[in-house]
T-cell receptor, first 113, second 116 residues
Framework: AQSVTQLGSHVSVSEGALVLLRCNYSSSVPPYLFWYVQYPNQGLQLLLKYTSAATLVKGINGFEAEFKKSETSFHLTKPSAHMSDAAEYFCAVSETGRRALTFGSGTRLQVQP | ETGVTQSPTHLIKTRGQQVTLRCSSQSGHNTVSWYQQALGQGPQFIFQYYREEENGRGNFPPRFSGLQFPNYSSELNVNALELDDSALYLC???????????????FGPGTRLLVL
């Protein structure tokens, strides 16, 4: 069965600081991995996805994530946080042939001025 | 290109009632998935519809049912509402291309359901 663990339900950074949001997955087959962002009272917006083409994936708004098979991780990073990055971030996993996404419990990112 | 839309945006029901939520998929998409997101949690997969048939189901009871129409729009029906059904219900559309390829799911803004 597939599962996702997001370490840290809340992360606070200063504006301009590095953002690091952690995601570890469990999957019995090579996974597809996704990061979504959710702003207050809105749906989910896709930030980036890993589909085995390249281990370093670049997404929108300056975010990127690196797939590390040996560590079963897919951590999300951004070199310099902006106030507009404050939101809830969800990591999700899916497997070939399975249509459902399995989400982590989310990490709320706060950006301090 | 029109994104995923959902209606209504908010809904208040009482225990035991029935509710229908609606979703219009993104232009060109043929698959709709429904998720339940309880407060403070990640979305949980309810089921998916492809070509008007259920194509996978999560761990939800039969009182959660759905439909997909020829234009690929979809409905989620919940019977005998319980307090724990209070949540944000998200619809996601995607284009299934076969071959085991994992298509990207694009989400709508959700319907917030409150059961009293």
């Amino acid at each position: 069965a597939q599962s996702v663990t997001q370490l840290g339900s809340h992360v606070s950074v200063s504006e301009g600081a590095l953002v690091l949001l952690r995601c570890n997955y469990s999957s019995s087959v090579p996974p597809y991995l996704f990061w979504y962002v959710q702003y207050p009272n809105q749906g989910l917006q896709l930030l980036l996805k890993y589909t085995s083409a390249a281990t370093l994936v670049k997404g929108i708004n300056g975010f990127e994530a690196e797939f590390k098979k040996s560590e079963t991780s897919f951590h999300l990073t951004k070199p310099s946080a902006h106030m507009s990055d404050a939101a809830e971030y969800f990591c999700a996993v899916s497997e070939t042939g399975r249509r459902a996404l399995t989400f982590g419990s989310g990490t709320r990112l706060q950006v301090q001025p | 290109e029109t994104g995923v839309t959902q209606s209504p945006t908010h809904l208040i029901k009482t225990r035991g009632q029935q509710v229908t939520l609606r979703c219009s998929s993104q232009s060109g998409h043929n698959t709709v998935s429904w998720y339940q997101q309880a407060l403070g949690q990640g979305p949980q997969f309810i089921f998916q519809y492809y070509r008007e048939e259920e194509n996978g189901r999560g761990n939800f009871p039969p009182r959660f049912s759905g439909l997909q129409f020829p234009n690929y729009s979809s409905e989620l029906n919940v019977n005998a509402l319980e307090l724990d059904d209070s949540a944000l219900y998200l619809c996601a559309s995607s284009l299934a291309q076969g071959g085991g390829h994992q298509e990207t799911q694009y989400f709508g803004p959700g319907t917030r359901l409150l059961v009293l």
